[in-house]
């Protein structure tokens, strides 16, 4: 009796997928089929499975192939299933050729040919197209973001507005992206989305034009410095029909989205405080954007991430919140702390750019904490623990490259499929996050 094994998403049922689960099936008596989660896809960086893992397994079933279907859920299972299920041998499709060769001492691992021309990335893209994306703004942020697309399918860089040429020049010449500055309607017309990455107060504006065009738009936080600006972002943006989001890195990674789950599920029972920070210590210079008297300072510049736990673990709900800030020359804030008061339960948020702290997050409830030691907001790892140290529990998750992949796969996701929800960062925390900013900015200028 030969056990054969064999590993895939199986995200769109295709003929390849077929061909392959026959002929791993007729190199034994018994095929066994491993089916990745979700969150392992997106692990191993496959951020845009379309299927359910319900609907995978349905279709690998409907073939008649397979005699067992498991869920491959982490790495190394695969060592762990082969041993478990007695495997004799493990296939592949040839573009796992190599890879899988440590694999040997364990089993027989054979690499079949693959189905020429098919695969479920080619379909993902004819069903969603390719969307054409401009990028506003060329700084470092625009630059990561960059880098950061090639691991994201279904989306095409077609373009790069600066209103400064020097700069859209220099950008679209190192990244090979046609450059645009002058004619922002004539950019706009080009692309199905833009992202953009321009200084604080000229967002509202960039925005504001795209979405009236009927495009989708990704803007770096903060989006806008009022509520009554959000809001109206997103009302033009439900008028056109069109995705409007703010780009958080952090909201879209798979550990914060992790920890908000393991946080809310009672493991350290009920949160009384949270508490984060984000410090980034800039050098004085009052001509540059961050030290910007009216829109610039510590606050606007890093509250979006402080903030960021404190609306997804304690709600937009808040009784009071109130702010101390130290100033600069110029009176632009260098450090800040935002303290928020909710029914049961208070909060802080730390920013500077003047003065240096500890980034960590700490969650504090009735059963215990969870620690995410600095930086947090590249969230990697993070510590639940309890009053018995031996229930202590350390947790992980992947933050490759710049983390940007994540918001980008989301906002592709939510172009492509109208009725999925963007849970991670709303349009409400998105409300909440102006709120708290516009409340700021009446302080610092009262000062
Ligand atoms: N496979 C194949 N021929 C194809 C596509 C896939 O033989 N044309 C094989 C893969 O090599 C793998 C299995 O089918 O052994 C499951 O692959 P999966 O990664 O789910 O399919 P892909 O179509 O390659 O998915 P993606 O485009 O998302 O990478």
Request: glycine fraction near 6%.
């Amino acid at each position: 009796m030969k056990t054969v094994i064999t590993y895939g998403s199986f995200d769109l049922f295709h003929e390849g997928h077929h061909n392959l689960l026959k002929r791993a099936k007729a190199l034994g008596d018994k095929l066994i089929v491993g089916v990745t989660t979700e969150q392992f896809d997106i692990y191993r960086g496959k951020l845009n499975v379309v299927d359910s893992l319900m609907r995978r397994v349905d279709r690998v079933r409907q073939t008649g192939f397979a005699d067992e279907i498991i869920i491959e859920d982490h790495e190394g299972q695969k060592i762990e299933d082969i041993q478990k299920y007695k495997a004799d041998i493990i296939v592949f499709g040839s573009d796992w050729v190599e890879k899988c060769n440590y694999l040997n001492k364990y089993c027989e691992v054979v690499y079949l040919e693959r189905t020429k021309n098919v695969s479920s990335t080619i379909l993902r893209h004819e069903r969603s197209g390719i969307i054409r994306l401009g990028i506003v703004g060329t700084g470092r942020i625009a630059e990561r973001f960059m880098q950061e697309t090639k691991f994201v399918s279904g989306v095409d860089v077609a373009g790069v507005f600066n209103p400064r040429t020097e700069s859209a020049k220099k950008f679209g010449k190192k990244y090979e992206v046609q450059p645009y500055f002058e004619d922002f309607d004539g950019f706009l017309k080009q692309m199905d989305a833009i992202y953009v990455a321009t200084p604080h107060d000229t967002h509202y504006e960039y925005i504001c034009k795209a979405l009236l065009f009927k495009k989708h738009v990704l803007c770096e936080k903060p989006m806008a410095l009022s509520k009554r600006d959000v809001e109206a972002l997103f009302h033009i943006a439900f008028e056109n029909k069109v995705v409007l989001m703010e780009a958080i890195k952090t909201a879209y990674a798979p550990g914060f989205i992790k920890l908000l789950s393991i946080a809310e599920s009672g493991r350290i029972g009920n949160i009384y405080d949270v508490e984060a920070a984000f410090t980034k210590l800039i050098p004085y210079d009052p001509d540059i954007r961050e030290y910007n008297p009216t829109v610039g300072g510590s606050f606007t510049e890093l509250a979006s991430y402080s903030v960021l736990p404190i609306v997804k673990l304690l709600g937009n709900n808040y009784q009071s919140l109130d702010f101390e800030s130290f100033l600069a020359e110029n009176c632009a804030d260098i450090y800040t702390k935002a303290r928020f008061k909710y029914d049961n339960a208070i909060a802080t948020a730390k920013t500077g750019i003047g003065v240096k702290s500890e980034g960590q997050l700490l969650i504090s409830g009735t059963k215990g904490y969870i620690l995410v030691k600095s930086p947090w907001w590249l969230l990697k790892s993070f510590d639940v623990c309890c009053e018995n140290i031996h229930e202590n529990e350390t947790f992980s998750a992947p933050f490759p490259g710049f983390g940007l992949r994540y918001e980008l796969a989301d906002f592709i996701r939510n172009i492509s499929d109208p009725t999925h929800r963007n849970f991670k960062f709303s349009k409400e925390d998105s409300i909440f996050m102006s709120v708290v900013i516009e409340n700021f900015l009446k302080y610092a200028h009262r000062r």
